[in-house]
Every structure is written in structure tokens, then in C-alpha cells.
T-cell receptor, first 114, second 114 residues
Framework: NAGVTQTPKFQVLKTGQSMTLQCAQDMNHEYMSWYRQDPGMGLRLIHY???????DQGEVPNGYNVSRSTTEDFPLRLLSAAPSQTSVYFC?????????????FGSGTRLTVV | AQTVTQSQPEMSVQEAETVTLSCTYDTSENNYYLFWYKQPPSRQMILVIRQEAYKQQNATENRFSVNFQKAAKSFSLKISDSQLGDTAMYFCAFRAYNNNDMRFGAGTRLTVKP
């Protein structure tokens, strides 16, 4: 049982470049989300999805796109990277019928934009 | 919108001593869950303990326990017999019954000293 798998673990981008952070889960969770973690600010929600074909914005969606074509995968796309997007990114998932169990997190991606 | 506040950016404790981390939250919801997550230097987010708002009894998991005061909207974490492996960032989080999103506090960095 792999849980939530995020790739890559580390990435350095130049300003203006685009890239996709991958997230996959094998627990058949309906809910998936992306957070960014910045010092002193905790984790802030970027985008989330409650099922294939359904996505919505969180607190800090600007500069990011998502899609959910399958239950398992929820990629996060940076359209034109900016230094302000330097952060640690977490993907998380949960079952909609077990809200009280919290999230299962991926191991995170440390992204640096230079 | 719900907000979660952790007013202690950093704390330290001697090994084998007890430490309490504070968390307050603001919500108009009556039914919700509260969580404490641990993030060691490995960056992995680990669920430590959770509390359902309708339960008056405070949750306990081995050396970890909470003091949940619903009226005061307070949810503190007590770590007894602190161990070096408890050194980590600790995040308090809130999730309403009718909302899949989880809101996090800014975190408290705990250092256990030998």
C-alpha cells in the first residue's frame, strides 16, 4: 500500500518555466488536495478535488492549475514559475466517508524558483 | 471562514519533561474535527491525535493528549515524558463536518533537549 506518492521530491526552476508536480494515491480516496507550506504560514490550500472531473480553488490558487481525470491522479501545474512560488508542496487525500480520519499526505516536493 | 492560531512559534522542553502546545480556532460551525500533525525533519506529515467536537472526552494516544475546550475554542496538545524523537514542527488543524478542506495553524517548532 503506497499511500500518496508525490514526484519529484526536489525541483529547481527558472523564472517563467512551467512544470507539473505529480500526485497519485492508491486508496481510492475521492478527495485530493494540494497545499503549499511556507515558514510562519502553515499549510495553505491551493486547489482541491472531490472526484474525477471536479476541481475547485482553495485559498491561494493563482499561478496554479489542476485537473482530475482519474480517481488516482491529481497533478498540479505551474504555468509560469515565479520566485514567490518557492515553497514546499504537499498533496493530500482522504475518503469522503471518513472525514474524521484526517488526510494522508505525500512526502512533499521542495520547489525553488530562481 | 475558519482560522486556526498557534501563538507559540517555537518551544523547547527537556527530555522526560511535559510540554503543552497551544491552539485556538475560530468557527461558526458546531460539528467539526480537530487534529494535531507532527512534521519531523523528514518533512513527512504524521497524524498525532484527533478530536471530534461532539465528544466531551479529551482524546489520548499514549504520551499525547489534548485539552479540548469547545466553548473557548481551544485545543492544546500535551506531550508527556518528552523524547528526542518528538523534536518536530507541530501543526494544529480544523476540518468541519460539511467541508472537506482542512485549515492549518502556522505551526510550533518543538525542540526536545537531552
Amino acid at each position: 500500500n503506497a499511500g500518496v506518492t508525490q514526484t519529484p521530491k526536489f525541483q529547481v526552476l527558472k523564472t517563467g518555466q512551467s512544470m507539473t508536480l505529480q500526485c497519485a494515491q492508491d486508496m481510492n480516496h475521492e478527495y485530493m488536495s494540494w497545499y503549499r507550506q511556507d515558514p510562519g504560514m502553515g499549510l495553505r490550500l491551493i486547489h482541491y478535488s472531490v472526484g474525477a472531473g471536479i476541481t475547485d480553488q482553495g485559498e491561494v490558487p493563482n499561478g496554479y492549475n489542476v485537473s482530475r481525470s482519474t480517481t488516482e491522479d491529481f497533478p498540479l501545474r505551474l504555468l509560469s514559475a515565479a520566485p514567490s512560488q518557492t515553497s514546499v508542496y504537499f498533496c493530500a487525500s482522504s475518503s469522503l466517508s471518513r472525514v474524521g480520519h484526517g488526510y494522508t499526505f505525500g512526502s512533499g516536493t521542495r520547489l525553488t524558483v530562481v | 471562514a475558519q482560522t486556526v492560531t498557534q501563538s507559540q512559534p517555537e518551544m523547547s522542553v527537556q527530555e522526560a519533561e511535559t510540554v503543552t502546545l497551544s491552539c485556538t480556532y475560530d468557527t461558526s460551525e458546531n460539528n467539526y474535527y480537530l487534529f494535531w500533525y507532527k512534521q519531523p525533519p523528514s518533512r513527512q506529515m504524521i497524524l498525532v491525535i484527533r478530536q471530534e467536537a461532539y465528544k466531551q472526552q479529551n482524546a489520548t494516544e499514549n504520551r499525547f493528549s489534548v485539552n479540548f475546550q469547545k466553548a473557548a475554542k481551544s485545543f492544546s496538545l500535551k506531550i508527556s515524558d518528552s523524547q528526542l524523537g518528538d523534536t518536530a514542527m507541530y501543526f494544529c488543524a480544523f476540518r468541519a463536518y460539511n467541508n472537506n478542506d482542512m485549515r492549518f495553524g502556522a505551526g510550533t517548532r518543538l525542540t526536545v533537549k537531552p
